[in-house]
C-alpha cells in the first residue's frame, strides 16, 4: 500500500506541481540527486572515484512529449558523455528509451539511441539502457538488440526480477553477450506480468544472479582475461539488499572467480556505508549519480521503495 501510493504520486500531474513547488521537498530529494547541473553531478561522481568506487551519469527525465523534448534530452547526454571525457572520470552513462523520444517516434528514438551509442564508443564510453515500466520491457530489449546487430555493442540493459519474464530474458540476452545490470524494479505492475510478493522477487533475484554469474564462469574457463577485457563479461548486480549481495559473493566463491566477476552497483544517497564497505573489500562498486531538474518521479520511486527514506529525510530536516 505504501509504495503503490507513491508509485501512484510519482504519475500524478497536481502532486507533481504542488511538491515541486515546495522548496524543501527539494532539499529532500537532494539525499537522492546530485543537483540539477551536470557540474555538480560530475564533482560527485570525482569524489566517488577518489575513493575507489565507479559510477553511472544519469540525466533525469522520462516519457518527453514532444520531438524537441526529446533532442534536447539527447543534446544533454551528449553533454554528459564529454564532460565524462573531459575530466577522465570512471563512469558511464544510463538512458531511458522514453526519454529520447519511444513513446513518440520508435524510428526517431531507434537515431537517437545510434547517435549516443557511436558518441560513448567514440570516447571509449557505455550506454546502459535503462527498463521502465512493463509495457515497453519487449520495444526496449528488440532496440537494444537491433543496435547491437548495426555494431553498437557498446550498449547494454537493465533486466528487473520481479517480472516473470525475466529469467527468459536473461538467458537470451546473455547468449547474445549483452550486458545485463539485475535489479528488482520500481514501477507497479499487475500479478500478470510481476510477482506479487517481495520474497518472490528476491528468489528470482538470486536465480538470476546465478544465471549470470554462470555465464561469467564459462567465459572465464575459456578466458581468464575475458572479465577484464569485455564489457559485458561480469554480473552487473544492482541492489542494497546485504541477502542479495551475500548469496552473488557466496555463489561466485564456490565457483572460484574472482572479485572482478560482479560489480555491485548502487543508488546515489542510499546505503554508502555498504557502498564503501564492499569498495574497501576489493570488488568494484558502481554508484548510480542521478541529476537534473526531472528529478520529481524519480524522488517519489525511491521514497516508496522503503518508508525508512521517508522517516530518515524527515528526521534529518528536522534537525537543520
Given amino acids: 500500500m505504501f509504495r503503490s501510493f507513491f508509485l501512484y504520486l510519482s504519475k500524478a500531474a497536481w502532486a507533481r506541481q504542488m511538491i515541486t513547488g515546495f522548496s524543501p521537498a527539494r532539499r529532500m530529494a537532494g539525499r537522492f540527486v546530485a543537483g540539477d547541473r551536470l557540474d555538480e553531478a560530475l564533482q560527485v561522481i570525482a569524489r566517488l572515484n577518489a575513493n575507489g568506487i565507479l559510477a553511472t551519469l544519469d540525466h533525469l527525465g522520462e516519457n518527453t512529449t514532444t520531438p524537441a523534448e526529446a533532442l534536447q534530452a539527447v543534446q544533454d547526454i551528449l553533454a554528459a558523455l564529454d564532460g565524462i571525457a573531459a575530466n577522465r572520470l570512471r563512469a558511464n552513462v544510463s538512458i531511458k528509451l522514453t526519454q529520447i523520444g519511444l513513446r513518440l517516434d520508435e524510428k526517431l528514438c531507434a537515431e537517437n539511441l545510434a547517435q549516443i551509442a557511436r558518441c560513448a564508443a567514440g570516447q571509449g564510453n557505455f550506454v546502459r539502457v535503462d527498463m521502465e515500466d512493463a509495457a515497453v520491457t519487449q520495444t526496449t530489449l528488440d532496440m537494444v ?160 521503495e522503503r518508508p525508512a527514506n521517508v522517516w530518515f529525510i524527515l528526521s534529518n530536516l528536522l534537525r537543520r
Wanted: net charge positive; charged share 25%; glycine share 6%.
Fill in 145 to 304: 538488440l537491433q543496435a547491437r546487430q548495426q555494431g553498437l555493442t557498446n550498449l547494454g540493459v537493465v533486466i528487473q526480477s520481479y517480472l516473470y519474464r525475466s529469467l527468459a530474458d536473461v538467458k537470451m540476452l546473455a547468449a547474445q553477450g549483452v550486458s545485463v545490470r539485475l535489479c528488482k524494479g520500481a514501477y507497479k505492475e499487475p500479478e500478470s506480468v510481476a510477482f506479487p510478493r517481495k520474497a518472490e522477487v528476491d528468489q528470482n533475484y538470486d536465480q538470476l544472479t546465478a544465471v549470470l554469474l554462470e555465464g561469467v564462469a564459462q567465459r572465464w574457463d575459456k578466458d581468464p582475461q575475458s572479465i577484464s577485457s569485455l564489457q559485458a563479461s561480469y554480473a552487473a548486480l544492482a541492489t542494497h539488499d546485504p541477502r542479495r549481495i551475500q548469496f552473488a559473493i557466496e555463489y561466485a566463491k564456490r565457483r572460484d572467480l574472482p572479485k572482478q566477476a560482479m560489480e555491485f552497483q548502487m543508488l546515489y544517497g542510499i546505503r554508502r556505508d555498504l557502498q564503501e564497505r564492499l569498495a574497501a573489500e576489493g570488488y568494484p562498486v558502481r554508484v548510480y549519480v542521478p541529476y537534473g531538474t526531472q528529478w520529481y518521479p524519480y524522488f517519489m520511486r525511491r521514497l516508496g
